[in-house]
């Protein structure tokens, strides 16, 4: 996958000395909720996941990151983050439309994911992107909320 744009944004992998700055902005991004940075090393590190960042032209802080990893015919998101003050601007838009790309580019058909029950923002964004429902899973978050099992059609 070479560097690209999409949109107003510019899309990058991320490497390992990214992990400081992913770690920050995934905090910055989910609070409490957040993996940590061990947890993003590990996925950075691991077979078939790929780390995408997001930032401007004019801000060369990343404003969003997003980790997907390729399973066969199928690829899973596995976080997708935004900082506050990039949220509604189009970054996590520009993030799935180029991991659908590079998805699809490496065979994959579906794509699918887990969303909190309650994220109604980034559940309308999944929906745009053809995501539908498939299941629940039940206290799936560390704080006990339910997450909604998504997936999309991506060939």
């Given amino acids: 996958m070479s560097d690209g744009s999409t949109g107003d944004w510019i899309i990058r992998r991320a490497r390992l000395d990214d992990l400081e700055l992913l770690s920050r902005l995934e905090q910055k991004a989910f609070g409490d909720m957040a ?9 950075m590190t691991a077979n078939a996941v790929s780390t995408l960042l997001a930032y401007s032209a ?15 015919d199928e690829a899973e998101i596995l976080t997708l983050g935004v900082s506050p003050d990039g949220r509604r601007k189009g970054v996590a838009s520009a993030l799935l439309a180029r991991s659908i790309l590079d998805a699809r ?3 994959a058909a579906r794509m699918f994911l887990e969303v909190g029950a309650r994220n109604t923002a980034a559940i309308a964004l999944y929906r745009k992107f053809g995501f539908e429902q498939i299941g629940e899973r039940p206290s799936y978050y560390r704080d006990g909320g339910d997450a909604l099992v998504m997936r999309a059609r991506i060939e």
């Avoid at 993996?35 to 996925?43: F, K, L, V």
């Avoid at 004019?58 to 390729?70: N, S, V």
């Fill in 35 to 43: 993996w940590g940075g061990g947890a993003i090393a590990d996925g």
């Fill in 58 to 72: 004019a801000q060369p802080t990343p404003a969003g990151f997003m980790m997907w990893r390729l399973l066969g």
């Fill in 105 to 107: 580019q490496a065979g």
